[in-house]
């Protein structure tokens, strides 16, 4: 396995547009989680998932963010009516059961012009 | 909820060592991490702290103390390539095991 897999890496979009980007965890990995990063700050948690079921989401996430990992392997987080303050790197993150160390993804680089 | 701080910026020379210091406030207490992370990629792990004391590997320690809310990550024998941000983060009690980081802090080694 080659780790924690994101796409696209980079993406462009005009306010008010939609994005969805993916994750793919390391296969065995049951924990997948969601953080949004801004130059010069630590990654900030969005959401967490233990296989399927979505267990905790961040107040700051607000209603225009909904992220899925229908069946317990891959996820997807998308971005309705993008506004100018979502340009950031979103990050995945995914972990096993039995381990706390968090195994990140490189990330897709969000641009909203 | 959680309150982590470190300083924004380091220097240091090659060759030399460095401490990064990181202090936190948190109703419950389940963990301190230390992630390394180059500009541009993603946070890789370093260390990982629950119990008071020093963690070595390497070049790199990690030290804990509960009771002060305080750890640092100690770098020795610094290289060029140890020019990163360095992330504390803290994982709180409960069952979603979800650590909080803080800003990092960024290190620069120059010759």
Redesign the interface.
Known sequence: DTG?SQDPRHKITKRGQNVTFRCDPISEHN?L?W?RQTL??????LT?FQNEAQ??KSRLLSDRFSAERPKGSFSTLEIQRTEQGDSAMY?CAS?PQTE????????TRLTVT | GQNIDQPTEMTATEGAIVQINCTYQTSGFNGLFWYQQHAGEAPTFLSYNVLDGLEEKGRFSSFLSRSKGYSYLLLKELQMKDSASYLCAVRDVGGSYIPTFGRGTSLIVHP
């Not at chain 1, 010069?40 to 948690?45: N, R, S, V």
């Not at chain 1, 706390?100 to 990330?107: D, K, T």
Request: avoid cysteine; charge should be negative; proline fraction near 9%.
């Open positions: 924690v924990r989680y953080y010069g700050q630590g990654p900030e948690f967490y267990l905790e990050l972990s706390y160390e968090q195994y990140f993804g490189p990330g």
